[in-house]
């Protein structure tokens, strides 16, 4: 699948997975999955097909008035005769469930995006007349408190940079391996640092992506969306240094493109920028959790200190509501205003 980019590619897949699950589903449901081809990615609708199919396996496991030994048993009118409080057993289902000999357990925030599955596919037969009720719009949902924003100050943020360019605090065994991945980490890092993009558009960039006569990179958002990202002058040399080293590397067989790979010579994946994002900042910032999407945090609120201008970092860090930006980064605002107590004097002091 050379001939497709990282997003088309992983767009194919999901829409391999989805068609898997809905084969095992009744024909019904693909009707759903037709209606929201053209609005939802191939992601959430990957995660729609697996809350639904986990949703009708415990129809099967508990549902009394009819049977229904396997998912493409189920009928309509059986999922007309569910109520909210079968909706609200399987909500305590899900904080724990034994599957296949595993225990599965969610927390709010998963069992909450699970219920949302259900909340649209629901309301697409209801909305159709295809069921009479729809008892998800009856229930409560998990209340979400939001989190405080982790990220890193200007000093960890150096101190995170210099672990990984010069292995400071690494164990004996990191540092093997240090030695060899070190400039293709600088520079990913670097690069998600001063731009601010998502893991997946990190990932997704090809060597054609990258123009360094003006200074930026172009990546596809959530949604396909492609964009033009500029990087700073600090992310230049150790971008510059990488694709030299790049140009020495011959990649696996579609993977070509790749400009970020993996000791495997393949276009590096999201669980190993998880790896290595945790292994320095277990080193340089013992004390926070840092993860691929606190370098995202990280980037916006230093743009924001040093702009003041929310809709600039909305843009650059590509949200489509501003009220996103301004929820993340309310704390830094509260902190300006606490410090701006004293700026308007009312009275000459004596």
């Given amino acids: 699948m050379a001939e497709f980019n990282y997003h088309q590619q992983t767009d194919m897949k999901n829409i391999e997975l989805i068609r898997n699950i809905c084969d095992e589903l009744p024909q019904f449901v ?47 009118d059986i999922l007309s005769s569910i109520d909210a409080m079968f909706i609200d057993d399987y909500m305590d289902y899900l904080q724990m469930y034994k599957k296949n000999g595993r225990t599965y357990t969610n927390g709010k925030a998963a069992i909450k995006r699970k219920i949302t599955s259900l909340s649209v596919f629901y309301s697409y037969y209801y909305r159709n007349d295809l069921v009479s009720q729809n008892p998800v719009a009856k229930i409560e949902r998990p209340r979400i408190h939001d989190k405080q924003i982790v990220r890193m100050d200007a000093a960890e943020t150096a101190n995170f940079l210099d672990t990984v360019e010069f292995g400071n605090n690494l164990t004996a065994k990191q540092l093997q391996y240090h030695e060899k991945n070190k400039t293709r980490d600088l520079a990913l890092l670097t690069l998600m640092l001063s731009t601010g993009i998502r893991i997946s558009e990190c990932i997704g ?54 400009l970020f790979l993996s000791a495997q010579k393949k276009r590096i994946s999201i669980r190993s920028v998880e790896n290595l994002v945790n292994k320095y900042a277990r080193s340089a910032v013992p004390l926070k959790h840092i993860t691929p999407h606190k370098l995202r945090s990280t980037f916006g609120t230093a743009l924001y200190q040093e702009t003041s201008d929310i809709y600039l970092v909305a843009d650059v860090l590509g949200h489509t509501d501003v009220n996103t930006t301004r929820k993340h980064y309310a704390d830094i605002d509260n902190e300006r205003k606490r410090l701006a107590r004293n700026k308007v004097q009312l009275r000459e002091k004596p």
């Fill in 30 to 76: 693909k009707m759903f999955f037709r209606s929201i081809q053209q609005s939802k990615s191939s992601r959430t609708r990957l995660g729609y097909a697996r809350d639904i199919k986990n949703f009708f396996e415990y129809i099967c496991a508990t549902y009394t008035d009819a049977p229904c030994n396997t998912p493409k048993d189920i009928t309509l």
């Fill in 205 to 258: 960039l090809d060597t054609k992506d990258v123009d360094f006569n003006n200074m930026c990179i172009k990546i596809t958002r959530k949604g396909g969306k492609e964009a033009i990202v500029y990087f700073s002058d600090e992310a230049l040399e150790p971008l510059l240094a990488y694709m030299e080293e790049r140009k020495k590397i011959e990649p696996q067989k579609g993977h070509e493109y790749a």
